[in-house]
């Protein structure tokens, strides 16, 4: 998993880097709970995306797009040369998620907070059909400004949704700033457990606690859960850490080297 | 389609909401993957009978309109048919991006079902009357946009968009309206019907404009001028072939609508004609926001009459 982490983030920051601006600090912040999803939870298969029996995944924050790219093309849901292709004229990779464009892809999101009503009402279906599958969505704690969010927890907890886990990325910044000083968020894990959900919160850059946090989730019977991932914005390359300014970002050319630093050093780490 | 057209419209007996509440449990009945959705109005459409017997097909999502259609977009992934209904700027204005986006966008498929078109909703006054929802709804790419003439093609239509994909919006009003087809009447999604034929002035209309065209129609007659009146129910995609066919016969052209001038029926039938030679003439709101009234009332302050599409007529043909 740990290794898994380290490829998607390569060639998160290698796509980004081709395209030379993008969305690199949410999606830095989600690259362990992708590679643990992506490393046995879901219930995948790559060469049929469209899967009946498959587990869903909706990334609701749709502007990290890009990390989830990375890794549906590890797991060999397309070439790994169409990461080459990010946000071209007429790609099938869009900045934001797109259920039609890219295989892999379970619901098209990018305006925040319709993602997660998606999910929801997956999660509902699978459940009126008396199905198995589990669904998975990941919300942003800048999302989380939108009303919409608190609207799909109450559907969730009303109609017992514990086919649903719901991954909110804690990485506290937001596009204008800190999320503190834009709408503060105070206590999102106890905000969302006061909605009914069984509720933890683990570092999100720690694969074996999200790991743990996932199983555990998976055997809470008649509410939904959330895991709330305490994560660094722009995770995994210094100077973009916690950078205020790091929602979206066109590179520099002295960032352009610390993210060709970075990618060596990962690269190193893993050889 | 086989359309039965009456030669005098007669006061039905029939809601509209008892009939989507019956064809609603009709298609459940034969098809489980049919889901209905409700945002606390089901006491107003009458849809607790259907909740009764299916209560595995019916979620009530409470006042919660923005996630309604997202868990309907959830369903129709998982290959259901969601037909969600609520008040008409509830199921637009309230919910608009969610449509937009993860509906028509996604390419999902979702039935909405706005009530109480416009005047239709009387007391409930001007935050619950739409006079904007086919503008908004015909401005998002690829959705269906009509307005249900009467009980008989309610019933036709809804069984119809069970397997029509993509967003498709059936505006009506919730109670009686005057029957103008016979029972078992089938409609074509995009076709105009000619209710009357006409050859000075056609009268194109939605709705409980219909009602209002046939009388105007009569009035005319009596003056001397024969007036064609078409049932114009799908607003989009419109019946571009048969506006034109009447545009070159009639020359003028007279709409009637329910709803703001601005984006309904009435801009769908001048962009239809942008480059024919007819004159287009628009009787409906004129860009004003709704008020508490009976609907007669209101159709009077508005304009909404027979007698306002006769003098839109007169004054417009030379």
């Known amino acids: 998993m740990k290794n898994f982490s380290k490829q998607i983030r390569i060639e998160l920051i290698n796509m980004l880097l081709k395209r030379g601006f993008g969305h690199l600090g949410g999606s830095m912040s989600i690259v362990e709970t992708l590679s643990v999803l992506y490393s046995g939870v879901m219930k995948i298969d790559p060469s049929n995306p469209s899967w009946e029996e498959r587990d869903y995944l909706v990334l609701s924050k749709g502007h990290a797009g890009p ?12 070439d790994i040369s169409l990461l080459q292709t990010l946000n071209d004229n007429g790609t099938s990779l869009p900045s934001h998620c797109d259920r039609i464009l890219t295989p892999g892809i379970d619901m098209t999101t990018g305006s925040l907070g319709q993602g997660i009503s998606a999910a929801v009402g997956i999660a509902m279906g699978i459940k009126i059909e008396d199905k198995q599958n589990r669904v998975y969505a990941i919300i942003g704690d800048g999302e989380m400004n939108e009303g919409q969010c608190y609207e799909a927890f109450q559907f969730s907890v009303h109609n017992h949704l514990d086919n649903l886990i719901v991954f909110v990325d804690e990485n506290k910044i937001q596009l204008d ?8 968020p105070l206590d999102l894990e106890a905000k969302i457990k006061a909605f009914g959900f069984n509720t933890v919160r683990v570092d999100g850059h720690d694969e074996e606690a999200i790991l743990n946090a996932i199983n555990n989730a998976k055997n809470v019977k008649g509410v939904p859960s959330c895991i709330v991932l305490d994560t660094i914005k722009g995770k995994g390359a210094e100077g973009f850490e916690n950078l205020v300014s790091n929602h979206h970002v066109r590179f520099s050319n002295d960032q352009n080297v610390i993210l060709h630093k970075a990618v060596a050093k990962l690269e190193e780490e893993l050889s | 389609m086989s359309v039965t057209i009456l030669q005098e419209q007669i006061n039905s007996p029939v809601e509209l909401r008892s009939v989507y509440a019956n064809t609603l449990s009709d298609i459940i009945e034969k098809n489980k993957k049919v889901i209905a959705l409700e945002a606390d109005l089901m006491g107003a459409i009458k849809t607790d009978s259907v909740q009764k017997k ?36 509830f199921a637009t204005r309230r919910c608009f991006d969610q449509l ?18 416009g005047v239709c909703a009387a007391h409930n006054g001007g935050t ?15 959705a269906v946009v009509m307005e249900m003439s009467d009980a008989v093609m309610f019933e036709n239509i809804l069984h119809q968009v069970e397997s029509l994909h993509g967003l498709n919006y059936i505006r009506i009003t919730r109670k009686n309206m005057a029957q103008l087809y016979e029972e078992n009447s089938t409609f074509e999604i995009g076709k105009g019907i000619v209710l009357r034929e006409g050859t000075d002035v056609t009268i194109v209309a939605t709705g409980i404009m219909l009602n209002e065209a046939l009388q105007a129609r009569d009035i005319l007659a ?96 030379n």
């Open chain 1, 177 to 184: 700033g800190f999320t503190k000083d834009i709408i503060n």
């Open chain 2, 100 to 117: 937009f986006l993860s509906i028509g966008y996604a390419k999902l498929d979702l039935n909405v079902i706005g009530s109480d078109a």
């Open chain 2, 54 to 89: 299916f209560p595995n097909n019916f979620i009530n999502c409470g006042i919660m309109e923005a996630n309604m259609v997202g868990v309907a977009s959830g369903l129709s992934l998982r290959g259901f048919t969601p037909y969600m209904h609520t008040f008409g700027p």
């Open chain 2, 222 to 317: 009596k003056e001397g001028i024969s007036a064609a009146v078409i049932d114009m129910f799908t607003i989009k995609p419109i019946d571009e072939s048969l506006l034109k066919d009447f545009a070159a016969k009639t020359k003028l052209i007279v709409t009637a609508e329910n709803h703001n001038i601005i984006g309904g029926l009435g801009s769908a039938v001048l962009e239809a004609l942008e480059t024919s030679r007819a004159k287009v003439v628009r009787v409906g709101v004129r860009d004003r926001f709704g008020q508490v009234g009976t609907q007669e009332y209101l159709q009077e302050v508005y304009g909404l009459t027979a007698q306002a599409i006769v003098t839109a007529v007169k004054e417009n043909l």
């Open chain 2, 128 to 142: 619950h009357m739409p006079f904007e929802d086919l503008s908004l709804v015909r401005a998002i790419p690829t």
């Open chain 1, 67 to 78: 990390a989830l790219y990375s890794t549906l093309a590890l797991k060999g849901y397309f």
